[in-house]
């Protein structure tokens, strides 16, 4: 679930764990991030040959760049640091990307 205020300048996203087997029983329950202050959100679209059994699931989360030497979300290593102007990323197995740039993020884990 995505949920974006532009009045509160607020994105809450909601994850629930899968019921399929492939889904270790230890994976949390579900996880809520919340960005605040939002300055900036981009959603760029899913590959459509993609089955949408992949749009809930998350490839990645990094950093969308606007360089021409990045090609989409892009991965820091621990002793590198992000630049002020990144956008925080995910990207779906579906393809879709979800880009944001906020004050403030924080994320609830439920057991």
């Known amino acids: 679930n995505l949920d974006?205020?532009?009045e509160h300048r607020?994105?809450?996203l909601n994850w629930q764990r899968s019921n399929g087997d492939w889904v270790s029983s230890d994976t949390p329950k579900?996880?809520?991030i919340e960005f605040k202050e939002v300055s900036e959100f981009r959603f760029m679209p899913r590959d459509s040959e993609m089955p949408f059994t992949e749009d809930d699931c998350i490839?990645?989360?990094?950093y969308w760049v606007d360089e021409d030497w990045a090609e989409g979300v892009i991965m820091l290593e621990p002793s590198q640091t992000a630049e002020p102007h990144w956008l925080t990323a995910i990207d779906f197995m579906s393809g879709a990307v979800l880009a944001?740039?906020?004050e403030s993020a924080s994320a609830k884990v439920t057991a």
């Open 59 to 62: 490839n990645s989360l990094g």
């Open 100 to 102: 944001v740039q906020a």
């Open 30 to 32: 579900a996880l809520v």
């Open 10 to 12: 607020r994105l809450v």
């Open 4 to 6: 974006y205020s532009v």
